[in-house]
């Protein structure tokens, strides 16, 4: 006998939210991996990572397969973990936007859609469920997070002079070689006080062992800068992955500010006092150049990093050969060639446009 307030329209609807339920491919999965989850919120919070009763909240991205979040040992366990959580709840981007988020590993990932699917870094988010339990989101996602790590940091010095070079070997932990076809590696120095870029360089990426390397720009004066690294898809032209070194490095004006001159050529050959001179060649400085004829500065009135024009000085009345003498502060370089000067005065007045 049916109880005199049932309702046969109530048991249609439960009928209906359960279909809904189990016929959504993303509440199945959810369903499916609930064990999974458990186990690793647990494994969590048992090593004092993370307490579901503090206020602390986070979200979780959960490779699917069940394999690829190493808990072997508590280091690899940890060190996934961090690399996978984000101490915050994610707010989804919307069609035309990127959000930026940075998990405890110190890495920042790219939340963007592409396609019509929705993507943190390189791996796809397959399911949201932003209330999955008292301060948890889950993110269940396609692939492990890319991780861009420096092998070698112990031997990346945080104090450098301009001009100086360092090699970095950077690894993609778990990253795809067909993937890497479509990624420029990119590093940046930014100014601590302004974030302004004061140096950057990008590789095309083709090994997951990539080498980079680093040059640090001419400074005139010491600089706190951040080294970052950023993985940039091609594609959409935005990082997807980012590391910030977690030290401050500390640059240094060189003594050296400057590089080596090379003295490639000269025309013309003979010259004369105030006749025009050009010197070709590389290095060269527009603040610091300066070119002397036997000892004699001439006057410099253009000077790309390739090209000097300058006026030959007064040298006496005498026709000798003059030493072309060209040299950037800390940089002196003799021509191998002598000129060969004939004592003769050009006026100023008279010189041909093109000598200019």
């Known amino acids: 006998m049916q109880h005199p307030l049932y309702n046969s329209s109530f048991d249609d609807l439960l009928t209906d939210l359960s279909s809904d339920v189990f016929n959504d491919p993303s509440q199945t999965l959810l369903l499916e991996k609930d064990t999974y989850i458990q186990s690793v919120l647990n494994t969590a919070e048992s090593l004092k990572l993370f307490d579901r009763r503090g206020n602390q909240s986070i979200t979780l991205f959960l490779p699917v397969d069940e394999h690829s979040f190493t808990t072997n040992t508590r280091f690899q366990f940890e060190y ?14 919307s069609e035309h936007s990127v959000v930026q988020l940075k998990t405890l590993m110190n890495i ?30 889950i993110c269940l996602i396609h692939d492990v997070l890319v991780n861009l790590r420096v092998s070698n940091i112990s ?12 090699e ?17 590696l990119h590093y940046e120095l930014h100014r601590s006080s302004d974030r302004t870029i004061i140096g950057n360089a ?26 970052w690294l950023h993985l940039t898809m091609d594609a959409m032209n935005i990082p997807i992955a980012s590391w ?23 025309t013309p050959q003979r010259v004369q006092k105030n006749q025009a001179l050009w010197i070709d060649g590389s290095g060269f400085s527009l603040l610091y150049t300066k070119v002397s004829l ?15 024009k300058c006026i030959v000085p007064d040298c006496g009345t005498e026709q000798k050969e003059l030493l072309l003498e060209v040299s950037n502060r800390d940089f002196c370089v003799t021509s191998r060639n002598v000129l060969l000067y004939t004592g003769r005065s050009v006026n100023c007045t008279k010189r041909k446009a093109g000598d200019a």
């Open 80 to 93: 996934c973990w961090n690399r996978h959580t984000f101490p915050q709840k994610l707010m989804l981007p």
């Open 294 to 308: 036997s000892g004699q500065n001439a006057v410099v009135y253009t000077c790309t990093p390739t090209l000097i």
């Open 168 to 184: 970095i070997y950077i690894q993609f932990d778990t990253f795809k070689t067909c993937e890497l076809d479509r990624m420029t």
């Open 202 to 227: 990008r590789v095309v990426c083709d090994l997951s062992d990539q080498k980079l390397d680093v040059t640090i720009p001419m400074i005139q004066s010491k600089q706190e800068v951040n080294f």
């Open 155 to 166: 031997s990346f010095a945080c104090v450098m002079v301009g001009r100086q070079e360092e």
């Open 108 to 137: 920042t990932y790219a939340v963007y859609q592409f396609q019509g699917k929705t993507f943190i870094g390189t791996s796809e988010i397959l399911l949201y469920d932003a209330d999955y339990d008292t301060n948890v989101s």
């Open 244 to 266: 910030l070194r977690p030290h401050t490095m500390m640059l240094f004006p060189s003594v050296h500010k400057e590089c080596n001159v090379c003295i490639g050529d000269f």
